[in-house]
């Protein structure tokens, strides 16, 4: 019962979908915001790539938005995870082979690179504060998998992390009561927008970028290590006398079959 | 059946985005299932790039592909449901009959 | 036969995504399961999302990589969905955790295993016998077949006693106030 009631809500589901896509011009869409934001985006904000200048410069509130709830995320899976910890001593992680921690030393720099370069020049190539945030997470993390250490945060500070995330969201809100108060609109490109494709132009937009590739780089990066902290389980790698892992397969299959 | 090559990179592409999304579902194994959840997303970034999207493309490769499978898996390591190939019984056994057995697992002279 | 074009093609990618995340979300028993049906389902609407703004012959909407006279795709999905990815990775990390907290507490992800426990605990706590228990069935009909012990045996111990128990537990208190008030 219960499945057939499951593909009748699959066929609805699908011939809404497919009503709305003959409905809509796929391949030739209407263009009635988009098609005045191509015209007018190099020279009001003077950037290159025209969805960074729409997300940094005509709709900064969405990303301010999009901002508070990622710090939400992270900070109601931080009080959550909390209780994990201390209890009982943690098993963690043995560190990695030779080839996750020669790679990790190895990927560090580049991946801190990449990030910051993709960072800076979001508006002017592909990329922009979000791509370069989460390749800094991943640098960081990086470093935490290939050696756990004691307690599983790999010599990760979360006091640092937690002082480098708000000072770049503070950074963001800053930069937009600073626009509030010199021109009258919050979070509006200051600064002019200067020679048209080099680094330094779009006006505030760079600062923007980093300021939430910072934001978005702490963030994940704290978040991860508090996922990586947890206890192992039980039934984990480090147990001498492991389960059977027979019966954990069955498990799941039994759990999993309908 | 006249297409140009673009849409048939589309098509096989999507051929491997919609099996690879059924497989989710079925594995048993759900540390594969979360590696096919990768596979879907790195498929669904190189259709960005086909529709002319570069910046979400770079996103849900970095994002899909790195990130979420790795949030996913350290879940998956915490709750108990896929435990590393060499438990300590195995390695030491394995050191005194191979002597490439020490790169696999735990590095005891790390 | 239906034309083979580029759009049809993807929008079959799209729907297919979003259906079979969908259907994997109601039919799946395992928590874990359900999160990556939803992960599936959210690259599906992601996709859609951006086919809504292409524009066929166009090129990236990246000034300096073209002659300025070509015509760009729609600029304004793109950055709705750049934001929706963002915020889907958040969630999945706030999914996993509260998945890892369920199964420190309970020591299970099945969910009808972990619909049983969650009516327990709520009847225990609102200090109620909780409806349809195992041991005290109204109307003196009989007993219903018990759970397979192989579902809740088999998984770790848990934090809290079996579901037996507690059924035991909360239908003691309604016997003893049955005798107190006779």
């Known amino acids: 019962m219960r499945n057939l009631a499951s593909l009748l809500f699959a066929a609805g589901l699908a011939f809404l979908l497919l009503v709305i896509a003959s409905e809509l011009g796929f391949g030739d869409p209407a263009l009635l915001i988009g098609g005045d934001i191509l015209a007018q985006a190099p020279d009001e904000v003077g950037a290159t790539n025209i969805v960074t200048a729409v997300l940094l410069g005509y709709r900064g509130i969405d990303t301010l938005g999009e901002l508070s709830i990622l710090f939400a995320a992270a900070t109601a899976a931080g009080l959550v995870l909390v209780g994990g910890r201390g209890a009982k001593t943690p098993k963690v992680d043995p560190p990695g082979g030779f080839i996750l921690r020669t790679g990790a030393d190895l990927l560090f720099p580049l991946l801190l690179v990449v990030g910051l370069y993709i960072i800076v020049h979001g508006h002017l190539t592909p990329g922009g504060g979000f791509q370069g945030g989460v390749i800094l997470a991943a640098a960081f993390f990086v470093l935490v998998l290939a050696r756990p250490g004691a307690d599983g945060s790999g010599g990760m500070n979360h006091t640092a992390i937690a002082f480098i995330e708000g000072l770049a969201g503070a950074g963001f809100i800053a930069l937009g009561l600073w626009s509030l108060w010199d021109k009258g609109n919050f979070l509006q490109p200051m600064l002019g927008q200067g020679v048209f494709g080099t680094l330094l132009s779009a006006g505030t937009l760079p600062l923007l970028s980093m300021a939430v590739g910072l934001k978005v780089g702490a963030e994940l990066a704290g978040l991860m290590t508090q996922l990586a902290e947890q206890p192992a389980d039980a039934a984990d790698c480090s147990d001498p006398n492991p389960a059977n892992p027979k019966d954990k397969a069955d498990n799941q299959t039994e759990a999993t079959h309908r | 059946m006249q297409a140009d090559l673009v849409t048939w990179i589309a098509l096989l592409v999507v051929i491997v985005v919609l099996v690879s999304a059924v497989l989710v579902l079925t594995l048993e194994n759900l540390i594969g299932a979360v590696a096919v959840s990768g ?72 | 036969m239906i034309a083979l074009s580029f759009e049809t093609v993807v929008i079959t990618c799209a729907i297919g995504l979003l259906i079979i995340g969908a259907l994997g979300l109601v039919l799946s028993s395992n928590l874990f399961r359900m999160l990556l049906a939803l992960v599936v389902a959210e690259a599906g609407v992601n996709l859609l999302l951006v086919l809504a703004g292409y524009r066929g012959g166009a090129a990236a909407p990246i000034l300096g990589v073209q002659d300025a006279a070509m015509p760009m795709v729609d600029p304004i999905p793109q950055v709705l969905v750049l934001t929706a990815i963002v915020i889907g990775v958040g969630v999945q990390a706030l999914a996993v955790s509260v998945l890892l907290k369920i199964h420190q507490t309970y020591g299970t992800l099945d969910i009808r295993v972990l619909r049983e426990h969650l009516e327990l605990d709520i009847a225990r706590t609102a200090g109620i016998t909780p409806a349809g228990s195992r041991e005290e069935p109204a109307g003196g009909r009989p007993l219903p077949p018990p759970i397979p012990a192989t579902v809740s045996a088999s998984t770790k111990a848990p934090t809290k006693a079996p579901i037996k128990a507690l059924a035991k537990e909360s239908a003691e208190p309604s016997l003893s106030s049955k005798e107190s008030a006779q």
């Open chain 2, 39 to 110: 596979v879907v997303s790195l498929g669904v970034a190189v259709l960005f790039v086909l529709l002319h999207a570069p910046d979400v493309a770079m996103t849900e490769a970095a994002v899909g592909a790195g990130l979420s499978g790795v949030v996913l898996a350290l879940g998956l390591r915490r709750l108990g449901l896929w435990r590393l190939e060499s438990s300590p019984e195995v390695t030491e056994h394995d050191l005194s009959a191979r002597p490439s057995a020490s790169v696999r697992g735990e590095d005891r002279n790390a």
